[in-house]
């Protein structure tokens, strides 16, 4: 079935003109252009009034006019096309612009639908019957071909298929609504999300603010106990045994990381000799190319070389050990850092109150806080608390600091969920914001020793029926709009011609010799979702036609067809 | 720090392999030198020179080969003698005969006693025979064979020689020199052809291997044993050759027992004065050979011929490819002659030229160029023929006589093929079946690569991919449109495959050198090779195409024979080993260059008798190869091989096409678009627009590379590929005539300059543009990138020519300047021919069936014009007997009457099978009639007067409406006669005054 549209355009015509004389026409002229042939003394071509031929001359087999109007039933004007390797004989008359006035060879099809078959087909022996149910272009029955006349037959059938196809239209119409439905439920989904997000966020940000106060007055608090403690003037050996615990601590975080690359290259190296070895086991030495069988090649001799060390499990063991703790070592480093307490002579000036009466002790103990906060606050004495490694911090403080933290990174996390959410909102979901309905969803269909799956915003797969790993064909990138043109069969599937959505994917897996795999989908309408076609266009790109509710007002009538753009685009 | 160094190496290892890695995505675009012999590396090539070179610079040269004078017999047309060869103390016996035929054509044949006796000893228990190879003619050569009675010695022969006149009106002579041997040939008294004119005869004989001690090699002994390669012909009576490749050879990891050890045989053939020589298809050269032994703008390496899959090849080689017709032709003014040198082991040609001036100061004028060629060929016999021309078509006629005339093909096979590695699915070769017709774009045949087939198992389909085969092929023949499948001769080694099981049960494939079958690597993996050379491996392979066997194959399904060099990925130069042992125990070595012709041989009469019904009216087989020798023009179609999508390789098909075409093969073609890689559009227009004029007109590509049917170009792409293959399909009618002209008399179907005008020297060296058939069309396809100026076309006489398209008119000799833009193809008429074509445009040729005529009369400076149709139903073998139309269009200035005669001379009065032909044809007419360079006279006249023919209006003329115009700027004046309605197959006349 070409195109449904505009064979209908033509049936309403051909009612029009059927009571004006229809039988006066000469053979293959159309109803709509009867007009051209009413005069009965002479004919003037169409595009060129001023050529006037005798009658005799029309529908004789020889093409006088320069657009071919003088041979609506014949074949003799049918090299009139841009298409034609003319000679001046052509462009003496025409010019450089060489083309019909008609569309074909008018078929009236009783009991079907009007058509028009391309003059190319007149007379050459073959019955058009897709075009030309009746038969009629073979009228000169070349060869003795006869073309019955099967438009009783055809017609039946069509309007069976036809009506079938209205229905199935209808529903898919009705599908597509649900899904508009169904989107808009998602959407407002995604709003009121974000509405709540909205509130949650505020609340975030007063606990924040209410958490980061709370901070500074627990860390004032708390600075004035760490008199005590925190008066830790660390003398030369406990600088050098600080260094050496730092210095410590980074050639063990270095070896640790030295160690995750090693244990990542050495994964990699294996995972690619698995892939040589797989490589050399499963590569055709039949394509006899001379590149891969010196890769291969290459490959043994590599193979079969010196490997080095194989990994030592002893010497990992010792690895382990070595970066364990320095603890765990027999190595406390804090008891060298109190050493250095001992020795420092400005500690004694704190250390005064321990010869003091406990009552004493704690009275002064608490003024002194106060006096140290205010002296610290006021910037006169420094604050040695905040030089003092984590463990010195009073558990408070971190407390309080991880109440922060945690409600920080909550207000982070909706942050980014409303991001997220907008940008959802925001993306294009196709008209009526349809595919959100689709989003995920996946249709496959088989074909050759593969199943091809597509999943609407998400990727294209290709699965292999005998087993083994499933390919990424890609993942979805963005929509585009492209021009096809495409049959539409008598079941209406297919894309027809016209501007149709598709959906790109890119980055799939990499091809052998080739570029990473990528696939464009491209989208027709139908009654369920269904993957029509699948096509290789070139190495490891691929075009899926796939027939869907979510398109269906898009693109009119008859599957994807054509719709009213008209059949002489057919012709 | 060892640890280190050890792991760094590593690294640098797998960067290493990554590197050999990375080379493989970018494209590389040589040939795999390394895959193939150079001279040097090829012991007997070697020795041969090596050979030459001692006999060229030794003044006193005299080779040791003598005729026994008292041997020598002529008894009707055959003369026969003994050559003695001496070597050492030994006089080795060589059976000479020279046949004399009447076609005059002459051979000289000369075989070696002692390995035709069997008295000879083979190495290594070899099972081979052993005998030279005698059977290639039983291949290569089926006619003009008939001994001619009338060929006699003459008398006054100078002493030492035997004189033979022979040939039409004894024109010619065979002078053969008795000692030291060689024979002149002369055409009215002058010498054409020398053999043995500079003693380069060798004929390497049999020997048993004496297993010396082997002395201790030494640096020093280097340049001796350099001095002493070729001391074997020395009359010291020691000899001291070099026996390094006498008895094995290596090559690439593969070894060559050679249990036959040496046995080239080699001779040098002189063309004094004849500077041209053409032919040695198929090389990527220039048509006019190239001298072979160094210097600027030489060739370093000999031509080779040795049937081989060459990978990516290069351009401008004397290097090997898939087929080797060892025919050559030489060309000097108003004169042509040619040698068939039948051999179809590996053979190389070196070719040098010398001068010498009549008078040194007139710089080549008067002097004289005498091209030397030395044939070298590792068995066999030394079996060559030699033809005398005088014209081209005398020697090409002669030589296709021998080895056979172009079959006559199906008409859709000269249409245009549609290819591709590969249709994936039966609905995709149904969907680009649909879209030609969408796009309007015609097209004939739809071909399937290997991949149609399940694992690569020939007679098979992919149950996943192919289903339904016959719903496919259904689809095709709606719009009578061919499938052509490919059948490899290689056959997978696997389980439950009949084919195999049948192949191994029969025994019916080639043995290696144990006589065990042989087993090898292709498509498939491990493979068996069907030994053609078998009668019933033939008989086999006949059975296998029947339509109830090969299930899915039906009445429009064609074959494609590829890889039968044959083929061998893991053989030595990706071929068999020389030591394989075919049919009836000839080694692989000696028959070689013939395996593909066996094969399509095979396929052709298989084709014959795919059921019962067709065997008893067959219609024509249709048979690509890609491999062939002398005679597999008989037998189908070739294309030129694995080619690439780039610039160089379509301006190098045009000079191998016509090399295949004055090589007697000339239903050629090459890949259009390039098989390798992605031709940009400009490319590929070009391509399309060069395509049309070949004789086969195949697109095709590589699996790797984008889709590129013709109808996703773009335009203006799209549009101006239809043009050009509409173009091709308009003028069918003048291609069908020109492959009748060479299944006839096998002319070439595209003709080089020299071929039509051999009076013209400055034209002998042109091989960018040439004639289609006999009709004077002229083309120059463009085959440069950015060339959209204009084309300079040499006219080589002073004919008028006129422009196809706009009737530009153009006047030689000389170069001319035709418009060549992007939609343009530089098509020029010769004055004095009729173009016959056909003007409408249909979905493919067989529904043009019916349609009527379009006749381009040009007429030339004398304002006369001529020309032939030959027609027929374009599938079966009717023609045979007489179902054909082949009439000669004339037009004299005299009379200003365009006549319709016939030309069959025989068979259209007579068959049944005739007269259902004629009355078939009897509607279809000739519409329209263009007259080119109509004469000034003509202004004014509306009318002219036509007559026809044939029963119930015989003699009653008719009014016809003509229309003349003048010509405007350089173009001709021009009149079209509206509708004559005569009938094609009919005599008619059309009066002008």
Aim: proline share 4%; with cysteine; hydrophobic share 35%.
């Amino acid at each position: 079935m070409r195109s449904v549209g505009a064979l209908l355009c033509l049936e309403y015509a051909a009612t029009v003109y059927a009571a004006s004389g229809e039988a006066s026409r000469p053979r293959g002229v159309g109803p709509e252009f009867a007009k051209f042939y009413k005069d009965d003394s002479t004919f003037s071509c169409i595009s060129t009034p001023s050529i006037k031929l005798p009658l005799s001359r029309l529908n004789d087999d020889y093409c006088d006019c320069p657009d071919g109007s003088d041979e609506p039933g014949t074949s003799a004007c049918s090299h009139l096309s841009p298409l034609y390797p003319h000679t001046l004989v052509d462009h003496s008359s025409t010019g450089s612009n060489i083309s019909l006035s008609l569309p074909g060879f008018y078929c009236k099809n009783k009991g079907h639908v009007p058509s028009y078959v391309p003059f190319t087909n007149v007379n050459d022996g073959i019955c058009d019957y897709e075009l030309c149910c009746d038969g009629t272009e073979e009228w000169d029955h070349v060869g003795g071909v006869k073309c019955e006349d099967r438009c009783q037959q055809i017609g039946k059938e069509f309007r069976k298929l036809d009506e079938a196809r209205q229905k199935s239209l209808g529903s898919a119409g009705r599908k597509r609504k649900e899904l508009v439905v169904e989107a808009g439920r998602l959407r407002r989904e995604v709003e009121d999300r974000l509405q709540s997000l909205g509130t949650e966020i505020e609340g975030s940000e007063v606990k924040v603010r209410q958490l980061e106060v709370e901070l500074v007055e627990v860390e004032r608090r708390e600075k004035g106990k760490v008199v005590r403690s925190a008066v830790q003037k660390v003398g030369k050996m406990g600088v050098l045994v600080g260094l050496a615990k730092q210095r410590s601590e980074e050639l063990r975080g270095t070896l640790e990381r030295v160690r995750e690359e090693r244990d990542a290259s050495r994964g990699r190296v294996q995972e690619l000799e698995g892939v040589l070895m797989t490589f050399k086991e499963e590569y055709n030495p039949n394509f006899n190319d001379e590149g891969v069988k010196r890769a291969v090649r290459a490959w043994e001799e590599y193979a079969a070389r010196d490997k080095g060390p194989e990994p030592d499990a002893a010497h990992d063991r010792d690895l382990d050990a070595i970066t364990q703790s320095d603890k765990d070592n027999g190595l406390d480093w804090a008891e060298y850092e109190g050493e250095g307490d001992e020795e420092s002579d400005a500690g004694v000036l704190f250390a005064f109150e321990y010869y003091l009466p406990s009552s004493l002790r704690h009275w002064l103990d608490a003024n002194l806080r106060t006096l140290r906060t205010t002296l610290i606050d006021s910037g006169i004495l420094a604050d040695t608390s905040s030089t003092s490694t984590s463990t010195s911090e009073s558990k408070a403080v971190q407390a309080a600091q991880s109440r922060l933290d945690a409600a920080r990174s909550d207000l982070a996390n909706h942050h980014k969920s409303l991001t997220s959410h907008q940008e959802d909102l925001d993306s294009n979901m196709g008209p009526d914001d349809i595919f959100r309905a689709l989003k995920g969803q996946c249709i496959a269909t088989d074909s050759g020793e593969y199943t091809y799956e597509f999943c609407f915003l998400d990727k294209t797969t290709q699965k292999p029926k005998k087993g083994g790993g499933h390919t990424n064909m890609g993942n979805f990138v963005r929509m585009e709009t492209v021009f096809v043109d495409e049959d539409v069969d008598s079941k209406g599937k297919g894309l027809g011609k016209g501007e149709r959505i598709a959906m790109r994917h890119e980055g799939g897996q990499h091809c052998w010799n080739g570029p990473n795999r990528s696939t464009l989908v491209v989208l027709g309408c139908a009654e369920v979702g269904e993957v029509w076609r699948i096509m290789e266009e070139e190495k490891c790109v691929y075009r899926m036609e796939v027939g869907t509710p979510a398109v269906c007002d898009l693109v009119g009538m008859g599957g994807g067809g054509g719709g009213g753009r008209g059949g002489r685009d057919e012709l | 720090m060892l640890q280190l160094n050890a792991s760094s190496s590593r690294w640098s290892a797998f960067l290493l392999l990554c590197l050999v890695l990375c080379s493989l995505l970018t494209p590389v675009v040589t040939v795999k030198h390394e895959n193939f012999k150079t001279c040097d590396q090829s012991g007997f090539c070697k020795r041969n020179r090596a050979y030459a070179d001692t006999a060229l610079s030794t003044s006193s040269w005299s080779s040791p080969y003598t005729l026994e004078a008292s041997s020598v017999r002529l008894d009707k047309g055959l003369l026969t003698g003994i050559v003695t060869k001496k070597a050492g103390d030994e006089n080795l016996r060589l059976p000479l005969t020279v046949s004399f035929y009447e076609s005059g054509t002459a051979r000289v044949t000369i075989d070696e006693e002692k390995r035709r006796k069997g008295e000879i000893e083979l190495r290594h228990n070899s099972k081979a025979r052993k005998e030279r190879y005698n059977e290639a003619e039983q291949w290569a050569i089926v006619g003009g064979t008939v001994l001619s009675k009338g060929a006699a010695t003459t008398q006054g022969a100078e002493k030492g020689t035997t004189r033979v006149a022979y040939g039409p009106a004894s024109a010619f002579q065979a002078v053969i020199k008795h000692s030291p041997f060689g024979v002149d040939f002369k055409r009215n008294g002058e010498t054409q052809i020398k053999l043995n004119g500079e003693g380069l005869l060798n004929v390497e004989h049999w020997r048993p291997k004496i297993d010396k001690p082997v002395p201790e090699k030494k640096e020093g002994e280097e340049e001796k044993r350099e001095g002493e390669d070729v001391t074997e012909a020395e009359t010291s009576g020691v000899t001291v050759d070099d026996e390094g490749t006498w008895w094995e050879e290596s090559f690439g990891g593969n070894t060559d027992s050679k249990p036959r050890g040496p046995e080239a045989v080699a001779l040098d053939i002189s063309f004094p004065g004849y500077q041209h020589v053409y032919g040695l298809a198929e090389h990527t050269g220039p048509l006019s050979l190239k001298e072979t032994r160094g210097g600027d703008g030489k060739y370093t390496e000999p031509y080779r011929m040795y049937n081989s899959d060459v990978f990516e090849y290069e351009m401008d080689s004397p290097m090997t490819l898939y087929g080797s017709i060892p025919f050559m032709q030489a060309q000097k003014k108003n004169s042509t002659v040619g040698v068939l040198w039948l051999n179809a082991a590996e053979t190389w040609v070196d070719i040098t030229r010398s001068s010498s001036s009549a008078n040194p100061l007139s710089f080549g004028i008067g002097g004289t160029t005498t091209t030397n060629t030395h044939w070298i060929s590792e068995s066999g016999l030394l079996d060559i023929f030699v033809m005398l021309g005088p014209k081209p078509q005398d020697v090409i006629g002669a030589y296709s006589e021998l080895t056979g005339y172009t079959q006559l093909p199906q008409q859709f096979a000269i249409a245009y093929h549609q290819c591709r590695w590969n249709y994936v699915t039966d609905e995709d070769v149904k969907d680009v079946d649909r879209k030609f017709d969408k796009n309007k774009i015609p097209y004939d045949v739809i071909w399937l690569d290997i991949e149609y087939t399940e694992g690569k198992k020939y007679f098979t389909w992919d149950p996943m991919t192919f289903a339904d085969p016959l719903g496919m092929q259904k689809q095709l023949d709606e719009h009578e449109r061919k499938l052509v499948a490919i059948i490899d001769p290689h056959i997978k080694n696997e389980g439950n495959y009949y084919v195999v099981d049948e192949l191994k049960s029969k025994d019916l494939a080639v043995h290696n050198k144990d006589d065990n079958i042989y087993e090898g690597w292709c498509w498939p993996g491990s493979s068996y090779w069907i030994d053609c050379f078998n009668p019933a491996a033939r008989t086999w392979w006949q059975f296998l195409f029947r339509y109830d066997r090969f299930a899915g194959s039906a009445t429009n399904t064609f074959i494609w024979n590829d890889m039968n060099e044959p083929s061998v990925f893991n053989g030595p130069e990706t071929t068999m080993p020389k030591d394989n042992l075919h049919h009836a125990r000839w080694e692989h070595r000696d028959l070689h260059n013939l395996n593909g012709l066996t094969l399509i041989n095979a396929t052709y009469t298989a084709l014959l008798a795919r059921s019962p019904a067709e065997a008893s009216h067959p219609i024509r087989p249709f048979v690509l190869t890609r491999s062939f020798f002398a005679g597999s023009q008989r037998l189908g179609a070739v294309w030129t091989g694995d080619n690439q999508a780039a610039w160089p390789h379509l301006e190098a098909s045009i000079p191998m096409l016509l090399s295949m075409g004055i090589s007697g093969f000339p239903f050629a073609g090459a890949d259009v678009g390039g098989f390798f890689g992605n031709p940009s559009k400009e490319l590929l227009t070009r391509w399309y627009q060069a395509g049309a004029f070949y004789p086969f007109f195949r697109g095709h590509a590589h699996i790797d590379t984008r889709r590129r049917e013709p109808y996703l170009a773009g335009e203006p792409y799209t549009g101006i590929i239809t043009q050009a293959l509409r173009l091709r399909y308009a003028l069918l009618p003048a291609w069908y005539t020109a492959f009748h002209e060479a299944h006839v008399r096998g002319e070439p179907i595209v003709r080089p300059n020299w071929y039509v005008h051999p009076e013209d020297e400055k034209g002998f060296g042109l091989d960018d543009q040439f004639y289609v058939g006999g009709t004077g069309l002229l083309a120059k396809p463009v085959v440069r990138e950015g060339q959209m100026e204009s084309q300079e076309v040499y006219l080589a006489d002073g004919e008028r020519y006129f422009g196809y398209f706009d009737f530009e008119g153009y006047e030689g000799p000389g170069m001319v300047k035709v418009s060549a833009g992007l939609e343009e193809i530089p098509l020029l008429m010769r004055g004095g021919h009729v173009i016959p074509r056909r003007d409408r445009p249909r979905r493919s040729s067989g529904l043009m069936r019916w349609d009527p005529f379009t006749l381009v009369v040009v007429l030339g400076k004398a304002g006369d014009a001529e020309g032939t149709l030959y027609l027929d139903d374009g599938e079966s073998f009717d023609y045979e007997e007489g179902a054909f139309i082949h009439r000669k269009f004339s037009y004299g200035a005299a009379t200003s009457v365009l006549i319709s005669e016939d030309l069959a001379a025989t068979g259209t009065g007579g068959s049944k099978k005739a007269k259902e032909y004629l009355k078939s044809m009897e509607k279809v007419r000739v519409e329209k009639v263009i007259v080119v360079n109509a004469p000034a006279a003509w202004n004014g006249r509306e009318e002219v007067e036509v007559s026809e023919e044939g029963a119930g209006k015989s003699g009653a003329a008719r009014k016809v409406v003509m229309e003349w115009f003048a010509g405007e700027g350089g173009k001709a004046a021009w009149a079209v006669v509206r509708d004559p309605g005569v009938a094609i197959g009919r005599g008619w006349r059309v009066a002008f005054a």
